[in-house]
Every structure is written in structure tokens, then in C-alpha cells.
């Protein structure tokens, strides 16, 4: 897609350049009026304020943008190490903005890529992004694009991701085959695609397992914290005395089971058995230990900067680009926290 320049804004408006430029910088010497359609048409055709030389500019950047909800994450910190492996090999560096999951944070930190000029995006989307104007902002701009793990399958661009309703669906029925009958879900919050999909492993491992679905055993995670999984333990204690199986979305909710339950000598798994999500390193060091399903953290920020450094290299030659779909195999880890009933 062509770059737009200040001198087209002022053309199409009938204004001069400097006017454009003033408008886009808040001069107060410049009319209320003048500045708002000068900002309507400039987001309307996808300029950039900050990049008033754009269409000069004849030479890569060498970086590349990233997004991510959080750097301390276990599961994106693998992911990082990947992406900056696999980034190094062509020569390009990262830079890593943390949103914080704030749809907020998340579109003023496009802008700041976009302005940068960036060769290419990798993201994984904030648990409430609602709005998808400034992803598809970079879409616009015919900017490489990958989303990852946290994605939306509304937006055209290619995608790296595991099967998360598939993985979900071998986490409860294992916990069917060692003779649980009464299953909970502590899920994640409402939006994300990789939560709404394992609930979604959850229901129809239940039903196909013929055990009915009862919607008071889910329990949605705002934050997807330790505290959430040692609030929703208590609830569940309480509320559903007889549950004798949990899955949990992550390793890090269902630790905060395991600190519950064992401070309340609730057994597990003799009374309650209990799968994680992501086959973190604690999960081998609590007691008991956690089984869980293994998620190929790293091997995604492999893929995930692969497939952008190939569709930068596409557009460069003017190869038209194809959006692909990678998905990555998990696995069942089996450990203390899920052992065979008698």
C-alpha cells in the first residue's frame, strides 16, 4: 500500500503543507476545525504524524516490533528467547513493549512501532482487546504482521498458535480416565481466543465422556493469577463440596489450588485431582506435583519471528504474501497431581 505524505493531505484538503503539519502538531495558530479534518483524514488514510518522510525511505530498519501482555510471564519470557534466537540470525534486533493487558497501552504502543518504522509486528493481543482498529491499522499499511498464542481469527494476517481446545480436551479426559466425575474449570477471562477455546475443550470432553455440563463449575479468571486460583479453590470447596476434578487455564492458577488445598488439608489427588496449562518449572517443584500440558513456548517465538522475517523478505522482493496458520503440538504431562483412583 502507498505511503501517504503531508503534501497529498494538503492537496486533498486544499490547505498548504506547513498548515497540515501544524494541524497534526496542535499549533494553536490553526483552527479548531482545520486541525480536526486534517486529523480525520490523516487516520482515515492511514498517515503516520510522526513520519513525515516516509516515502524517502528506501532502506530496512533492521528491527522488528513486539508485543506482548507481559515480559515476566514464564510462558512469554520462552517465547522472547525464541523470537530473539531466530530474529539475530538475519541481523534484525527487537524491541519488546509490555501492554500489560490494557487495550489502551496496546494501540498507543502500534503507533509507536509504526512510527519507529519497524520492518514487521509480532504480537500476542491483551485478554480484553475489544477493538481491532489499530491492528488492522498495520494491515493497512502493508506492514508484516504475526499474531501469536493470543490471537483473533478476524484479523488477515498469519498466525502461530497451538490447538487449545484439542490440548483442553486431553486435560479433562485424562482426568475422566482416572475416575473423576464431577469437573470444574477455573477459565480465563471471557475474550481471549486461546481461553475461549479450552473451555470450549472443556464442555465437549464432558459431553462426550457423557458427564453433564454445569455452568456454576466455571469459574472465569479476570488476571489469571495465583490469587484467582486460591480464591476460586476456596469457592469451589465450598460451593461444590463433591468436585474430585479441576482443570485450570494455567500452571499459575492451579498452584494457587495446590497452596489452598494444602493448607486445608484438602488431598490431592485422593480428593480432588488437579491439570494445569503450560507445563511450567514449578510445576515440577510443588508438592505435589503438577500434571499439566505441555505448551512449546519456545518453539513459537521460533515460528512466530520465522514466519515475519519471511514475509519481510516477501514484501522486499514484491512477492505477494499469503497469511499462514502454523499450529504447534502440545503435549500431556502426567505428574503427582493426577494419579490412577483405585
Known amino acids: 500500500m502507498k505511503e501517504i505524505t503531508l503534501k497529498e493531505i494538503a492537496e486533498l484538503l486544499g490547505i498548504a503543507p506547513t498548515t497540515v503539519s501544524k494541524a497534526l502538531k496542535d499549533y494553536p495558530d490553526v483552527s ?84 519507529k518504522r519497524v520492518d514487521g509486528i509480532l504480537m500476542a493481543l491483551t485478554n480484553d482487546s475489544n477493538d481491532d482498529d489499530h491492528i488492522r491499522k498495520i494491515i493497512k499499511r502493508d506492514m508484516p504482521l504475526v499474531l501469536f498464542d493470543k490471537i483473533s481469527k478476524l484479523l488477515p494476517c498469519s498466525k502461530v498458535l497451538i490447538n487449545d481446545q484439542k490440548a483442553a480436551m486431553q486435560a479433562v479426559q485424562h482426568l475422566v480416565d482416572i475416575g473423576c466425575k464431577k469437573i470444574a474449570h477455573i477459565r480465563g477471562p ?70 489452598y488445598f494444602n493448607e486445608h488439608n484438602i488431598r490431592i489427588p485422593q480428593d480432588v485431582a488437579l491439570i494445569g496449562f503450560s507445563n511450567w518449572f514449578i510445576s515440577q517443584v510443588i508438592t505435589p506435583k503438577l500434571s499439566s500440558i505441555r505448551q512449546p513456548d519456545h518453539e513459537m517465538g521460533v515460528e512466530a519471528a520465522r514466519v515475519l522475517l519471511k514475509e519481510i523478505n516477501q514484501r522486499k522482493h514484491n512477492i505477494p504474501v499469503v497469511p499462514e496458520l502454523i499450529e504447534l503440538e502440545t503435549g500431556l504431562v502426567i505428574r503427582e497431581s493426577t494419579i490412577k483412583k483405585p
Open 32 to 115: 479548531e476545525k482545520t486541525r480536526r479534518e486534517v486529523r480525520e483524514l490523516a487516520e482515515r488514510l492511514g498517515f503516520s504524524p510522526n513520519s513525515f518522510a516516509v516515502s524517502l525511505r528506501t532502506t530496512e530498519s533492521k528491527t522488528i516490533g513486539l508485543i506482548i501482555p507481559e515480559v515476566v510471564h514464564h510462558f512469554f519470557s520462552n517465547v522472547i528467547t525464541g523470537i530473539i534466537e531466530e530474529a539475530e540470525k538475519s541481523g534484525y534486533l527487537v524491541i519488546i513493549l509490555q501492554s500489560g493487558e490494557s487495550p489502551e497501552m496496546e494501540r498507543k504502543q502500534v503507533d509507536l512501532l509504526l512510527d
Open 190 to 259: 471471557l475474550n481471549p481466543q486461546n481461553s475461549i477455546d479450552r473451555f470450549l475443550g472443556y464442555k465437549k470432553a464432558l459431553e462426550q465422556n457423557g458427564l453433564t455440563f454445569d455452568p456454576s463449575l466455571v469459574y472465569p479468571c479476570r488476571n489469571v493469577t495465583y490469587e484467582e486460583g486460591r480464591m476460586f479453590a476456596e469457592r469451589i470447596h465450598k460451593e461444590h463440596p463433591d468436585v474430585d476434578g479441576i482443570f485450570c487455564i494455567t500452571d499459575l492458577v492451579a498452584v494457587g489450588v495446590i497452596s
